[in-house]
């Protein structure tokens, strides 16, 4: 068995099992019992850990891969102009008048500039 992924807890370690054996991959969580019964030793132990076998190494890789770009879709929308979800809140271009707003203590409604991190198009994130 080999380790594929190190998660911070159980339940975390439980999506991404789901997940692969959704896939058709077997994993296997050697920390179970002890992430289940003592949930502190999670960080004494370095995380709660995947394992999956050798041959589905390669597999399990492009599943994880795909498993965290979902999981970044949550947080950051897709690119209007590639479709891209490489994307990224873009807080410098307004960190100055913010400053200046904050200091005047004048509200006014900025909204979140994004930056597509594939094509470099910049756009107002609509406020919902
Ligand atoms: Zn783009």
Redesign the pocket.
């Given at each position: 068995m080999i380790t594929i992924a190190n998660v911070t807890n159980i339940n975390e370690a439980y999506l991404v099992k789901s997940r692969l054996e959704a896939e058709g991959i077997n994993t296997f969580i050697p920390d179970e019992n002890t992430s289940q019964i003592q949930p502190v030793w999670n960080s004494a132990i370095g995380g709660v850990r995947i394992q999956v076998a050798n041959d589905d190494v390669e597999d399990a890789k492009l599943v994880l891969k795909d498993y965290y770009q979902q999981q970044q879709q949550i947080v950051t929308p897709a690119?209007p102009?590639?479709?891209?979800h490489n994307?990224a809140r873009d807080f410098s271009t307004h960190n100055w008048a913010k400053a200046i707003v904050v200091m005047l203590g004048i509200p006014l409604p900025f909204k979140n500039q994004l930056l597509?991190r594939?094509?470099?198009?910049k756009w107002q994130e609509k406020s919902s």
């Open positions: 690119c102009s590639c479709g891209s994307t597509c594939d094509c470099g198009h």
